[in-house]
C-alpha cells in the first residue's frame, strides 16, 4: 500500500513522460553485422502505455537515441510527442506542458540514469526504474520493483490506472 501523499501524487498525474533506454528497455544494445542495432521492449509496458492513454492521461517519450525503430514502437503503440535526440529534457518537456496546458507538478517522468535528473527534479512524481542508477533512485519519489525493460512502465501505468481521479 502506497503513502497517502504518494496516491495523491499518483492521482494528480495528467502526463506520463518516459525514458527509453533502460526504462522501456533493459538498456541493452544488440548491434548486428550490417551495423543496425536492435532494442528489446517487454509487451506488457507497452499495454499498460495503450491502457493509460484509453484513460485519458498523455503520454511522451523523450531520448537521447534517434532511430527509426525508436519512432515505429512510439507510432505503434500511438505516443503522440515522441521526441528523439534529445539531450536537455527538461525545455522538451516544458514545451510539451505547455501544448497541452499542464503544469511540471502534474507529470510523472519514468528514468533510470541521471541524465535524467533535471528532469526528476522538476516535476510532481518522479519515478525510477528498479535497477536504476542510485542518484536516480535518491530523487524517486516512487522506485518501481521491477527492472527496465522488465515491466517497470507497466507497473506505472497500473499505479496511475488505480490512483487515477475520476
Keep these: 500500500m502506497l503513502a497517502p501523499s504518494l ?12 525514458d527509453l533506454d533502460g526504462t522501456l528497455t533493459d538498456g541493452g544494445l544488440y548491434y548486428f553485422e550490417d551495423g543496425n542495432e536492435a532494442r528489446k521492449y517487454h509487451v506488457q509496458d507497452g ?28 507510432e ?31 507529470v510523472a517522468h519514468v528514468a533510470d540514469d541521471v541524465n535524467d535528473l533535471g528532469v526528476l527534479g522538476a516535476i510532481g512524481l518522479p519515478i525510477a526504474v528498479a535497477n536504476a542508477r542510485p542518484k536516480v ?6 522506485i518501481t520493483t521491477a ?3 522488465d515491466g517497470a512502465v507497466r507497473e506505472v501505468c497500473d499505479l496511475l490506472l488505480d490512483y487515477k481521479k475520476a
Excluded at 7 to 18: D, G
Excluded at 137 to 142: N, T, W
Design 7 to 18: 496516491i495523491e501524487k499518483f492521482a494528480r498525474v495528467k502526463l506520463l513522460s518516459l
Design 137 to 142: 533512485r535518491a530523487v524517486a519519489a516512487y
Design 76 to 106: 505503434r503503440l500511438r505516443i503522440r510527442h515522441c521526441y528523439m535526440g534529445v539531450h536537455d529534457k527538461l525545455p522538451r518537456l516544458q514545451a510539451i506542458c505547455a501544448e497541452l496546458g499542464i503544469g511540471l507538478d502534474q
Design 147 to 149: 527492472r527496465g525493460g
Design 47 to 74: 499495454y499498460g502505455i495503450v491502457e493509460v492513454q484509453k484513460a485519458g492521461l498523455q503520454v511522451c517519450l523523450i531520448t537521447q537515441s534517434d532511430t527509426a525503430a525508436i519512432a515505429r514502437r512510439a
